[in-house]
Structures are given as C-alpha cells and as structure tokens.
C-alpha cells in the first residue's frame, strides 16, 4: 500500500492501494505504483468497476489514487473491482474550495494555500503564494501551518488523494476552517500560471528533461550571463505578436526576468499552456552555482528528453538485434498471434501476461531485452522481472512488421 493511502487507509490482505501507472487493454493488465514498487493486477470482464466509463478509462487518471480487491489464482493478482478514488465526491461541500475562491483568497492574504504533493511535483510548478507541505510528511512538517486554527487553509494536490489526507491529518490538528481544492495542480495550470523552483530547473538542464525557458531581460544583459539554454523574447514581442513562442509536447514554458508574471499572463491570453516562472532571478540563480553560458541567447529550442528508467535506446537495441549476442536474450512480449504475424528474428515469444509464471525458462545468467508494439506491454514486463531481480531492459518505442520489414520509430 502507498504510503499516502495509510494516512486514510488500514492495510487489507487482498486489497492493493496506490496510484494508476500503466495500462495494457488488450493483455489486460494495470500497473499500480505503490511507492515503494510497482506491482501489477490482471482483470477480465467479471471485474466490476467503480468511477470509471470503462476500463480504457482509467487512462484518463494516470498518477491518481485507485484501490484494487483481488484474488490470486496460481501466483497471479486476479482484480475483481478496480475502484478510483473520486476526492470530489468524498468531500463534503463545507471542505470544498474551487480555482475562482483561491484567486479571491490570494488577494486577501499570503502563507495559507499549502502543496500537499510530494515535493519534486512542487519545485516542477506550484500556485503562486503556495507552501510546500507534502501530505506523506504532514505530522512533521504541521508547523509551516498558521499558529490560529481558525484562519482558512486551503490544501490541493492533482487531483488525487494528498489533498484529502492532508485535510484529514488538517482536523485532526483542530484546524476548523480547512479547504480542499478537489482539482487541484492539474486544473489551476490549465489556465493560470504557476511557479517553478530552482532545483527543477537545475535538474531539467542538468538531465535533459523536456522545457522551454525564456530570459525577459534586455540582450546587453543576456550576453553578460543567462541561465543555460535559454531563448530571448521580450513582454512587447510576445504583446505585439512579431514573435512566439516555440513549444514542447508536455513540456512547461518558464519565464524569467523583470514582468515575469505580466509576459506570463499575456501568454495565457494568447492562448498558451503550461505557463511558468522562475522563483529567482538571474542574480540568485548565479549565485547558488547553477549552470550559466555567456553570449547570445539560443535562437531555437533544445529538445532533450531524457529516456525513462530501464528503457534501451532504439540504436542499442537494433545493434543486438544483429549481432545474437550470447550474453543477451531478447523477448517478444506480445501475444501469440502477434508474435506469429511478425517477429524479431532470433527473440522468443513470452508474453506479459504470463511471463511472471514462465520464469524457469528465463535464463538470470542473460541481460533480456523486452519489445512489444508501443512499449507499454514491454514497461509492464519490465516491472515484473526486474521484481523478480532479472537484469533486462525494454524498448520504448513503436514496432512495426509489415513485409517482412521491421521498422523501430520513437514515441
């Protein structure tokens, strides 16, 4: 069970609580993070459903909380309810508090919104005003709370579970006037702007995580020093429309500089997403020892994306695909039919769906590379072995036969 679903939850024998992280509908399969691990649960059509459309719609609430009653059959999780967690409906509306009475309150005073998320989802982009106060960590860090107990707070996760086990740890500290913003992060940034820390910002340079980062200030100052990989763009270009914003699937676009919060604004009114600013200036960046260039501004962006963990990178895995290396073994995940339809010449056919039971024909003395057709099934057969303590790694990528053609493209 998930650390944060012990704060509302007693541990059940049969019962798996933790958050949605990934899917197979055709094997059939859900991934569940559980914080510590990730553990996986197969269901079928006997499993009822509770706050979802379908089972595809589970989906939609990826890194929301879930509960899951199951049965083992010879060693596997067989799931017969999967149940999302509906904070919305779980509160009462006396807790509620919505995106319109949080920008009411931030106008009337500071130091009473709290982030309840862990913290690497806060220094990536809180609300405005906002204090970190992971849910997980409540009891320890309860004094960044207001020393009256009757002053309003407000407490929002992503829509999950930390804003409700936030609010509950919240009354039993006797605070009387405690609100949960139920929609949380994910809502706020949809059409408001939000802050990034330093420490991200560090790390997504450092580690080639995806975002677009614009200095405000004048080009004389730039080409003294800016912060590493960013683009030059000025409130009266973005106002005026000589120029825009280049964007990144998924990827946050930070401002920093003078007017940061105005240029963020009128790249929401331009019809802009996941909008950010920088907590620090250039000075404070420089001065904490974070990486800095000298000279010109870039004049496009980098598109760095850094591989997920356990994943092979499609050059690595096409140079096994044709060498047979005695020290690797690579496993077709997909079902039988698919297999037989197209395969890698050399790999063997296990799927995802049993391979946690054909682990007597699995060598431990071999590195095992996963593939299937979208690199979900082989994400999922990956958790599964490397529980198991197997080296492997899986292809993330999509995989195509046609012809007897074999065609490898990134996602």
């Known amino acids: ?150 002053e309003k707070i407000v407490l929002y996760g992503d829509n999950n579970c930390f804003g409700l086990a936030a609010l509950i740890k919240a009354q039993e500290a006797g605070y009387t006037n405690a609100k949960v913003y139920a929609d949380g992060y994910k809502d706020w940034i949809s059409t408001e702007y939000g802050v990034t820390e330093p420490h991200w910002l560090r790390s997504a340079i450092l580690n080639g995580l995806p975002h677009v980062l614009f200095d405000l200030r004048n080009e004389d100052e730039i080409r003294q020093g800016h912060i590493k990989d960013t683009l030059h763009i000025t409130p009266a270009e973005l106002s005026s429309g000589t120029k825009k914003l280049p964007t990144l699937p998924d990827a946050p676009i930070i401002f920093y500089g003078p007017q940061s919060p105005k240029t963020a604004l009128q790249a929401l009114a331009k019809g802009y997403k996941n909008i950010h600013i920088l907590s620090v200036n250039f000075n404070q960046w420089k001065i904490a020892g974070n990486p800095v260039e000298k000279g010109q501004a870039k004049l496009s962006i980098i598109n760095l994306k850094k591989p997920k963990p356990g994943t092979i990178s499609i050059e690595q895995f096409e140079h096994f695909m044709g060498i047979h290396s005695p020290k690797h073994l690579i496993i077709d995940v997909r079902n039988a039919n698919e297999f037989s339809r197209g395969n890698i010449p050399g790999s063997i056919n296990i799927s995802a769906d049993i391979i946690g039971r054909r682990l007597d024909i699995i060598p431990k003395d071999k590195e095992l590379l996963l593939y299937c057709n979208t690199g979900i099934l082989a994400e999922i057969a990956h958790n599964i072995l490397d529980k198991k303590q197997y080296k492997n790694r899986y292809l993330n990528a999509v995989v195509t036969f046609e012809d007897g053609e074999i065609d490898i493209d990134s996602l």
């Open 1 to 150: 069970m998930s650390k944060t679903c012990l704060s509302c939850h007693e541990p059940q024998a049969g019962i798996m609580m933790g958050f949605a992280d990934n899917l197979s509908i055709k094997a059939k399969i859900l991934q569940i993070d559980l914080g510590t691990h990730k553990d996986y649960v197969k269901f079928n059509n006997s499993t009822r459903i509770v706050n979802l459309k379908s089972f595809k719609d589970i989906r939609n609430y990826f890194k929301t909380g879930f509960s899951v009653t199951y049965h083992e059959i010879n060693g596997e999780k067989i799931a017969s309810e999967i149940h999302r967690f509906d904070i919305s409906s779980s509160l009462d509306k006396k807790d509620k508090i919505n995106k319109k009475d949080i920008k009411r309150l931030k106008k009337i005073s500071k130091g009473h919104i709290f982030d309840v998320r862990p913290p690497i989802n806060f220094v990536a982009g809180h609300i405005p005003e906002a204090t970190m106060l992971p849910a997980t960590e409540f009891d320890r860090l309860k004094n960044k709370l207001p020393q009256n107990t009757n």
